[in-house]
């Protein structure tokens, strides 16, 4: 099945999936004639590799991925006998920088990445975590930013100090 092991959840569980490793390109033929079901994760979610995970469909599987892998919105991670699963992005609390130069945008993804942490490039916007030190940081450097929830696709893999 290629990645992907059944294996029996327990003895009042049902069968469900082991994802091991993702499946890189699926041709649109192969989901012909399939159920589409989703799992919706948050940024860091989808940097959980190795847990259990219940799909909106109802489907629990077990993710068991390599350490280091991350997710990808609209990444296809298991096509069975008779549906497929696909990776949704969660909208999330974020601060949208807009409206600012280039050399302002630019400074502002040195600042975030000084700090250690993500960013996300959507459109004519600059996304970061709706944080109190990236508030605080925006506010300092005089850029325009909104809060809203938006799903948040980060540049890179970036850590934090706390995390």
Do not use: C
């Not at 989703?38 to 799909?55: D, I, P, Q, S, Y």
């Not at 916007?125 to 930013?145: E, K, N, S, W, Y």
């Amino acid at each position: 099945m290629g990645g992907l092991d059944p294996q029996m959840g327990g003895p009042d569980m049902a069968p469900h999936v082991v994802v091991t490793r993702q499946r890189g390109s699926v041709h649109d033929e192969e989901l012909t004639g399939h159920e589409r079901d989703t799992l919706v994760l948050t940024a860091e979610e989808r940097r959980w590799g190795r847990r259990r995970v219940t799909t909106t469909g109802g489907r629990t599987l077990v993710l068991a991925l390599p350490t280091g892998s991350t997710l990808a919105p609209g990444e296809v991670l298991h096509v069975g006998t008779d549906w497929y699963l696909v990776v949704e992005g969660a909208p999330e609390p974020v601060l949208a920088v807009t409206g600012v130069s280039r050399d302002a945008a630019l400074r502002v993804a040195f600042e975030v990445g000084n700090r250690h942490f993500t960013l996300a490039i959507d459109g004519d916007r600059v996304l970061v975590p709706d944080d109190p030190a990236m508030d605080h940081l925006l506010t300092r450097l005089g850029v325009p930013f909104e809060r809203l929830h938006a799903v948040f696709v980060p540049l890179g893999a970036g850590h934090r100090h706390d995390a």
